[in-house]
């Protein structure tokens, strides 16, 4: 992928809708890029994880023009470009694995990201009765390396309803997402080995998307 950075460089730079159709040639060869990458990224996970057997890039990739209705930042499009690696791609509901690219900084994440309430507490019900077996994903060695701990997003600073201030999960059921991320340069990504990086990330991600999808199994 040797245009896509370029290409999203000059695009936050002209964030118009003028150059943008000057320049769609290069966005069409950058996606195309992505697309033929995740193509080739998925065929490889779904040899260990058929799940994701009949997945395309295209339903995993996101648009990127913005929505700009209700938004103070009138720009028209992103200036990064991602995709989200799970059944149903895009849209899925279950614990997931996504690629950011963006030339300030990207990242490969993973989980569930704001479940929705009856998702949320089925998650928080299975880390209360199962606390040691969540804890001993979150404390392997390569988790440690990669990712350190879930990360804090809109954390709750009481204690959800249910649940005693004191109970030993309670670091954990404040969460209101239970995602992880990990940051690497943008320079990563032309190198010959990104593909077996990524691998190797999203299998370090995969046993809390299992844990995750075991305890939403009820919903889907």
Same mark, same amino acid.
Not at 11 to 39: G, H, P, Q, V
Not at 63 to 81: A, E, H
């Given at each position: /992928?040797?245009?896509?950075?370029?290409?999203?460089?000059?695009? +936050?730079?002209?964030?118009?809708?003028?150059?943008?159709?000057?320049?769609?040639?290069?966005?069409?060869?950058a996606k195309?890029?992505?697309?033929?990458?995740?193509?080739?990224?998925? +065929?490889?996970?779904?040899?260990?994880?058929? +799940?994701?057997?009949?997945?395309?890039?295209?339903?995993? /990739?996101?648009?990127?023009?913005?929505?700009?209705?209700?938004?103070?930042?009138?720009?028209?499009?992103?200036?990064? /470009?991602? %995709?989200?690696? %799970?059944?149903?791609?895009?849209?899925?509901?279950?614990?997931?694995? &996504? #690629?950011?690219?963006?030339?300030n900084g990207?990242? #490969?994440?993973?989980?569930?990201?704001?479940? @929705?309430?009856?998702?949320?507490?089925?998650?928080?019900?299975?880390?209360? &009765?199962?606390? %040691? +077996?969540? @804890?001993?994903?979150?404390? @392997?060695?390569?988790?440690?390396?990669?990712?350190?701990?879930?990360?804090?997003?809109?954390?709750?600073?009481?204690?959800?309803?249910?649940?005693?201030?004191?109970?030993?999960?309670?670091?954990?059921?404040?969460?209101?997402?239970?995602?992880?991320?990990?940051?690497?340069?943008?320079?990563?990504?032309?190198?010959?080995?990104? @593909?077996?990086?990524? #691998?190797?990330?999203?299998?370090?991600?995969?046993?809390?998307?299992?844990? #995750?999808?075991? %305890?939403?199994?009820?919903?889907?």
């Amino acid at each position: /992928m040797k245009t896509l950075i370029p290409f999203l460089q000059d695009l +936050s730079a002209n964030n118009n809708r003028d150059w943008f159709t000057a320049n769609k040639k290069r966005y069409e060869i950058a996606k195309k890029e992505l697309n033929d990458f995740l193509e080739q990224l998925i +065929s490889s996970m779904a040899e260990t994880n058929p +799940s994701l057997k009949d997945l395309r890039a295209k339903d995993c /990739m996101f648009r990127i023009f913005r929505d700009v209705r209700f938004s103070k930042n009138k720009d028209p499009y992103k200036t990064n /470009m991602g %995709a989200v690696i %799970a059944p149903g791609g895009r849209k899925s509901s279950k614990g997931c694995y &996504y #690629l950011h690219l963006d030339p300030n900084g990207c990242f #490969l994440a993973g989980g569930m990201f704001m479940p @929705e309430p009856d998702k949320l507490k089925l998650i928080r019900q299975e880390i209360d &009765y199962n606390l %040691a +077996s969540f @804890e001993k994903l979150i404390h @392997e060695k390569n988790f440690q390396k990669l990712f350190g701990t879930l990360d804090d997003n809109g954390r709750l600073k009481t204690s959800p309803k249910g649940y005693e201030a004191d109970n030993p999960a309670i670091e954990y059921l404040r969460n209101k997402s239970f995602t992880v991320s990990h940051s690497f340069s943008p320079k990563e990504i032309t190198k010959e080995g990104f @593909e077996s990086f990524c #691998l190797d990330t999203f299998a370090a991600i995969r046993p809390i998307n299992d844990f #995750l999808n075991r %305890a939403t199994d009820l919903t889907d």
